[in-house]
T-cell receptor, first 108, second 114 residues
Framework: GIQVEQSPPDLILQEGANSTLRCNFS?????LQWFHQNPWGQLINLFY???GTKQNGRLSATTVATERYSLLYISSSQTTDSGVYFC??????????FGTGTSLTVIP | GAVVSQHPSRVICKSGTSVKIECRSL??????MFWYRQFPKQSLMLMAT?????????EQGVEKDKFLINHASLTLSTLTVTSAHPEDSSFYIC??????????FGQGTRLTVV
């Protein structure tokens, strides 16, 4: 199956700092999504981004499909940004393969 | 976006019993649904793909006799964990696809087997 790796695995930020999370994948994919998993386990969809760049408030994401990676940018981080961030790649059969996750902690 | 509802959100059962988890697409017809499992502090792993009206396709290493999947209608798939044991305790989450290119996930079910 497709291998999806994220880095860094853990990240601690001071409130107000910026950060970049990376997602590398091993094969061509139909789609890529970024999720934030809240403390109750629910996956919050951040971006649907098979290619290109999108922005939503303090968050933005870029996927370079030809080079098989995606980046999630978090600017002016807040304590509420804490949690686990997953990227997931989607195959032609709509199956998702999740990355290893980045656990983000934003301290005041 | 589309809504996928999963029930129950949390269940505790005794070892040896069976537990059924439901996944419903509320506002679209899901021709395909997927089941994932997440152990504590780990990523989500695809368990199986279920297509409406046909047998589920299981990922390597997932016991089909232990994790029974039924997708009897275009809006409902069920996962039954049979003869549950403590090692089956996990977070189970479903997703549904029905023509939309974006995936929609249920809220997840936290299963604890005691």
């Amino acid at each position: 199956g497709i291998q999806v790796e994220q880095s860094p695995p853990d990240l601690i930020l001071q409130e107000g700092a910026n950060s970049t999370l990376r997602c590398n994948f091993s094969d061509s994919v139909n789609n890529l999504q970024w999720f934030h998993q809240n403390p109750w386990g629910q996956l919050i969809n951040l971006f649907y981004i098979p290619s290109g760049t999108k922005q939503n408030g303090r968050l933005s994401a870029t996927t370079v499909a030809t080079e098989r990676y995606s980046l999630l940018y978090i600017s002016s981080s807040q304590t509420t940004d804490s949690g686990v961030y997953f990227c997931a790649v989607e195959t032609a059969g709509n199956q998702f393969y999740f990355g290893t996750g980045t656990s983000l902690t934003v301290i005041p | 976006g589309a809504v996928v509802s999963q029930h129950p959100s949390r269940v505790i059962c005794k070892s040896g019993t069976s537990v059924k988890i439901e996944c419903r697409s509320l506002d679209f017809q899901a021709t395909t649904m997927f089941w994932y499992r997440q152990f504590p502090k780990q990523s989500l792993m695809l368990m199986a793909t279920s297509n409406e009206g046909s047998k589920a396709t299981y990922e390597q290493g997932v016991e089909k006799d232990k994790f029974l999947i039924n997708h009897a209608s275009l809006t409902l798939s069920t996962l039954t964990v049979t003869s549950a044991h403590p090692e089956d305790s996990s977070f189970y989450i479903c997703s549904a696809a029905g023509g939309e290119t974006e995936a929609f996930f249920g809220q997840g079910t936290r299963l604890t087997v005691v």
